[in-house]
């Protein structure tokens, strides 16, 4: 059966601390794109105000590993969310998705020889010297992606949001551990319910569709 139609909300953030982190001054423009996405369409999507993108952290000495996979506590995450602008659509009723739910797998006949899938929050090292906590969870009104910068000094900064509204189906981060790429998926390889988290030659994050 065909998935309904989902809202799908795309931001580019300015740069904003959170957690322990400092705090960085002035207003926080926003890039917002918004499409709809039905299963076996990519969605388009057209931007409605200037791109402003956040500026990473410095990178530290530290050597990370590609991918570990992480714990993250419900209040820590409600925090991170209630933080956000981005994210205020999300609603409240803030969960993770079922780690013995495999959902994302059963509906897809892609190959997956390789890929560890998670729906538990992981940090993820792009670059070296960076650390990046990427969740994928979902709220009352919508699932959503959204990656925060770990700074070095604690706390965090949100990079990169992806909110599926109206859509709160299980969502997975999969990767290749020997590789750097991080996907997310709600049906692994199925054409717009699939997409990447990635980080542009500028060094700034970006969550997309496929």
Not at 67 to 88: G, I, M, N, Q, S
Not at 126 to 133: H, M, R
Not at 156 to 170: C, D, H, N, Q
């Amino acid at each position: 059966m065909p998935r309904r139609a989902a809202v799908v909300l795309v931001f580019v953030v300015a740069c904003r601390s959170g957690g322990a982190g400092p705090t960085d001054a002035g207003p926080a423009p926003v890039t917002t794109a918004q499409a709809t996405s039905t299963a076996g369409t990519t969605a388009s999507s057209s931007p409605v105000a200037p791109a402003s993108v956040p500026t990473p952290p410095p990178p530290t000495s530290e050597t990370y590993p590609l991918f570990r996979r992480t714990t993250l506590a419900l209040d820590e995450l409600a925090k991170l969310v209630t933080e956000a602008p981005e994210l205020a659509h999300v609603g409240t009723e803030l969960a993770f998705f079922d780690p013995a739910d495999g959902s994302y797998i059963v509906r897809s006949t892609a190959d997956r020889q390789g890929v560890s899938f998670s729906s538990q929050p992981i940090l993820w090292s792009p670059e070296a010297g960076q650390q990046v906590l990427v969740v994928a969870a979902r709220g009352k009104a919508a699932s959503f992606v959204a990656a925060w910068w770990v700074l070095p000094g604690g706390g965090y900064r949100l990079a990169s949001t992806f909110v599926m509204m109206g859509e709160i189906a299980p969502v997975a981060l999969a990767y290749k551990p020997a590789e750097r790429g991080l996907w997310w998926t709600s049906c692994w390889q199925c054409p717009g319910e699939t997409g990447h988290v990635s980080v542009r030659d500028d060094h700034h994050v970006v969550i997309v569709q496929d």
